[in-house]
Structure formats: structure tokens, C-alpha cells
């Protein structure tokens, strides 16, 4: 600072030996820099990253035009209350001020320039990338703590307050805190890693315990939602969710959900024709897919009939319902078509014999 003031004073000396007059020299040229700062990243930096095939270098220059051309600007301002030989405490005051508002400019860059480079980290990451659509809202907020208490922090420093107690009492009250909220800090802990490790994603079919099934509609820091197949959402906490064993139905190499309709043919059925049946029944079947193909298997002889599978894939697992009912429902009406009994439960009651002693009629 010293030494650009001592660079200036043979212009600003033109201009007579008043310290106000010398000050609003410095002013004019400070406004007179940042316009030619402003232009040369619109018209020079602007056009040189316009040749390349990433937008995220436009972007971080348009965010960068304005904090540019307002840093200049206040440190003008800092170099004028500098030559107008203000009284110590009021340069004290401008100072810091000065200093404050440059402090915020540069915090506000950086919080909207790294939500835009996360942002497009993630668009162009993959499953083992660290910052993923889905973890885009734990990094973006975490960014922005870091950012801001940074900003708060030397903010403070510009107006020489002493931050040694203020820590020490957050520290405190972190501890009273964190002891108070112990099931809200578990539940923000397992969304972290739930959001980090992502054994599941928005729109995947889950199993909670085989308890609870449903379509996962939003995971939070704090709870994960589901939708269950009777349109009610479900609200479960991140720490029973990191504690249960999720099943997720739409994980694996593909999304696609295999159904097994299992079915009992009397003793004595041709099971040669039962297992063609079925096979067509799987391969007429407009929403069973054909990759991979429907398979039927022989399993066991059971206590009143054979059991045979079809077994048969679906694109999602939210069409297990209706497919097979559709599957059931054909299957029903070939087998009473082709005369193939289907065996039920039931039970015969067998008198060995009767008593020999003769009924009489009770007397009165």
C-alpha cells in the first residue's frame, strides 16, 4: 500500500497539496482502474475462454467481473482515507470498514463460484466419484459453513476484536450442544455417510427390515422418505437407516426385478406339457421382458401336488404387483382350458366302524 502511494503522489501532487483534493484524485483513478479492470475481463479473459469447450470457465468469470471491479474500488477508497490524513480513530473506522466490505465480496465469490464448480464436478462424475448428484447438498452446505466462518472470522480480525474467548465459548457450547442433541447429531452423522457411500438413490425400491418397502422420494441430512405402494410416505431417521439392512430392489447391474410365481399340479399332470404352458404363458406376456427370458423349473414333489416356478423378469420392480396378477390370472384359465387340476387343502374323514350297541332313545 505504501509503495503504490508513493507511486501515485507525482499525479495526485498535480492536482494541489490538499489532502481532500489529493483524496478525490485517488478515488477518480481507483473508479477509472476498476473500469478498465472490468473491461479487460468482459472483452480480453471473456473471449479467450470462450474458445474452449467447458461453460465452467465462463461462469467463474462472469461471477469474478463484479468482486474485481469493487476491489479495486475500495482499495481506492482505503488509499484516499490513507492520504487525507483522517484522525486515527476515525482511518481506524474507515479501515476496518473498507476491509469489511471487501472481506464480503470476495466471501460472496467464493460461496457461488464453489457451488458452481460442484456442480459441475458432478455433472460429470460417475458411482465412484466422492461429489455425486447425490452428494452435491452435503458438499455444497459444507463449502458454505467453511466459507462463511472463514469470512466471519477475518472479518472480525479487520475490526481487531479478539477471537480467543468467542472461540472458547463456542467451544463450550458446542459440547452442552451436542450432548443435547445426540439422536439429531446421529441422524446428521448416517445421512453424511448414507449421502457418501449411497447404497441407494432417489427413485430405487427398498426394503427397510423386510418390514417396510417403498420408492425412495427424498434423502435429507436428517431423514430419508419413502413411498410405499399404497401411496403413503414413510419418514425414517438416517440412524435407523444406517442400522437396518436395506434391501435394494433396484441395485445390481441392471434395475430390472425378477417375480417367481410358484404353482401346485395334482400328481399324475403331464409335466412335460405343465412346464410348456408355462413357459408360453412367461413369453406371451407383453410387460415380461425377453432379456433375460422367462425360465420354468420342476422344484420338488410336494404333500398334494408338484411344484413348478415360472420365473420371470420386469423392467421395474414397482411391476411386480400387476404382472402377476396378469401371470396368475392366465395361468388359472389355461390350466382349467387344459384340464390341468390345480390340487387344494383338503380333508376325507374315514369311519372304520360304527358301534355295535344299538341307539335307544333316553328316557325322561
Not at 494541489?16 to 480480453?44: C, E, F, T
Not at 463484479?66 to 483522517?86: D, K
Request: with cysteine.
Amino acid at each position: 500500500m505504501d509503495t503504490l502511494l508513493q507511486q501515485l503522489k507525482p499525479i495526485i501532487g498535480l492536482f494541489g497539496q490538499s489532502p481532500y483534493m489529493q483524496a478525490a484524485v485517488v478515488i477518480l483513478l481507483s473508479l477509472l482502474a476498476a473500469k478498465l479492470v472490468s473491461l479487460l475481463v468482459n472483452r480480453g479473459i471473456r473471449k479467450l475462454t470462450g474458445h474452449t469447450k467447458s461453460t465452467l470457465d465462463d461462469q467463474l468469470i462472469s461471477l469474478l467481473h463484479r468482486p474485481l471491479f469493487w476491489s479495486v474500488v475500495l482499495l481506492g477508497l482505503l488509499l484516499a482515507a490513507t492520504v487525507a490524513e483522517l484522525s486515527p480513530s476515525l482511518f481506524t473506522f474507515t479501515r476496518s470498514a473498507i476491509l469489511s466490505l471487501l472481506l464480503f465480496w470476495w466471501m460472496l465469490f467464493s460461496l457461488r463460484a464453489s457451488r458452481v464448480i460442484l456442480i459441475s464436478v458432478s455433472r460429470h462424475s460417475d458411482t465412484s466419484s466422492l461429489v455425486r448428484p447425490q452428494t452435491l447438498p452435503l458438499f455444497t452446505n459444507l463449502v458454505a459453513v467453511i466459507v462463511i466462518a472463514l469470512g466471519v472470522y477475518f472479518i472480525f480480525q479487520a475490526w481487531d476484536v479478539d477471537m480467543t474467548a468467542w472461540l472458547a465459548s463456542a467451544g463450550i457450547a458446542g459440547i452442552a450442544i451436542g450432548f443435547a442433541a445426540k439422536d439429531t447429531l446421529a441422524n446428521l452423522f448416517s445421512g453424511v455417510f448414507i449421502l457418501a457411500d449411497s447404497p441407494y438413490k432417489i427413485g430405487d425400491y427398498v426394503v427397510i427390515d423386510n418390514n417396510v418397502r417403498g420408492m425412495v422420494t427424498h434423502i435429507g441430512i436428517r431423514s430419508t422418505r419413502l413411498l410405499t405402494r399404497d401411496d403413503v410416505e414413510v419418514t425414517i431417521p438416517n440412524s435407523v437407516m444406517g442400522n437396518s439392512k436395506v434391501v435394494n430392489e433396484s441395485g445390481g447391474p441392471y434395475e430390472k426385478y425378477r417375480i417367481r410365481i410358484r404353482v401346485s399340479v395334482a400328481y399324475g399332470s403331464d409335466i412335460d406339457q405343465v412346464c410348456a404352458l408355462l413357459q408360453t404363458i412367461g413369453e406371451e406376456e407383453p410387460q415380461v421382458c425377453t432379456d433375460p427370458a422367462p425360465r420354468v423349473r420342476f422344484r420338488s414333489f410336494g404333500d398334494s401336488g408338484l411344484i413348478v416356478d415360472l420365473m420371470a423378469w420386469v423392467e421395474k420392480p414397482e411391476l411386480r404387483g400387476r404382472v402377476t396378477h396378469l401371470l396368475n390370472s392366465a395361468i388359472y384359465k389355461r390350466f382349467m382350458a387344459q384340464g390341468i387340476e390345480i390340487p387344494y387343502s383338503k380333508q376325507d374323514l374315514y369311519i372304520k366302524s360304527l358301534p355295535d350297541t344299538p341307539w335307544q332313545e333316553p328316557s325322561h
